[in-house]
């Protein structure tokens, strides 16, 4: 687990663009998986700034507010209106929960199966969530590929641990007075119950953009 200190997010930017246009450019066909929230404007920059064939490019979501279609709070809503160059594959299509649960779980386990190379952008909250998996969640103990639960804040559906697992690179971005706990808390050990964020120990490759650190943490 690699935190690099940035003061702005063109670093980062320009780090996914590379990765993403060097996986492209070599034909491969590439899984991108998007978060909400402070990842957005970085998102939209990167659809910008693609130049290699985008044909094998396959983009979705890391996790949903669950409701009707294009409603407000939406992730996928919200890159389309901040201008989000690319189709996205939705998790909302005006069906019920149990069918939604499905449709997702069916794209992710089709596109983590066939992907040469699978990339997932994630923000941490202050509480350490990461992705739609909230501390002492109904999520941290899922089983399978997507986990749904009606939370204080949203009713949320989200990839758990064993689909986070199965991506090739984890890149998240921090930054910010309320994430200084949140970037102290990724570098020891706690129980992912308690600190969801502590996934990215387990998985294969993982770049941690802040505005505080650069360190490599075992």
């Known amino acids: 687990m690699k935190f690099i200190k940035v003061s702005s997010i063109k670093p980062v930017v320009d780090y996914l663009v590379e990765t993403l246009n060097r996986h492209l450019a070599q034909g491969e066909r590439v899984l991108w998986l998007l978060s909400g929230g402070s990842f957005i404007p970085i998102e939209v920059e990167i659809s910008k700034r693609l130049s290699a064939p985008t044909d094998k490019l396959i983009v979705g979501l890391v996790d949903e507010r669950y409701g009707r279609l294009g409603h407000?709070?939406?992730?996928?809503?919200?890159?389309?209106?901040?201008g989000f160059k690319f189709g996205i594959e939705p998790v909302l299509k005006d069906e019920p929960i149990s069918r939604t649960i499905i449709d997702f779980s069916n794209f992710l386990e089709h596109n983590l199966k066939i992907a040469d190379f699978k990339l997932g952008l994630f923000g941490i909250g202050p509480d350490s969530h990461i992705a739609g998996i909230k501390p002492k969640s109904p999520a941290v103990d899922a089983v399978g590929l997507v986990s749904h639960y009606d939370w204080e804040d949203y009713d949320r559906i989200t990839m758990t641990f064993a689909a986070l697992r199965q991506?090739?690179?984890?890149v998240a971005y921090l930054a910010g007075d309320t994430k200084k706990e949140a970037i102290e808390r990724l570098q020891v050990?706690?129980?992912?119950?308690?600190?969801?964020s502590q996934i990215l120990r387990e998985l294969k490759q993982v770049i941690i953009f802040n505005d505080r650190i650069s360190k490599e943490v075992l």
């Open 167 to 170: 991506l090739d690179m984890a």
């Open 189 to 196: 050990t706690e129980p992912k119950d308690i600190t969801p």
């Open 72 to 82: 407000t709070d939406s992730n996928a809503k919200q890159l389309a209106k901040h």
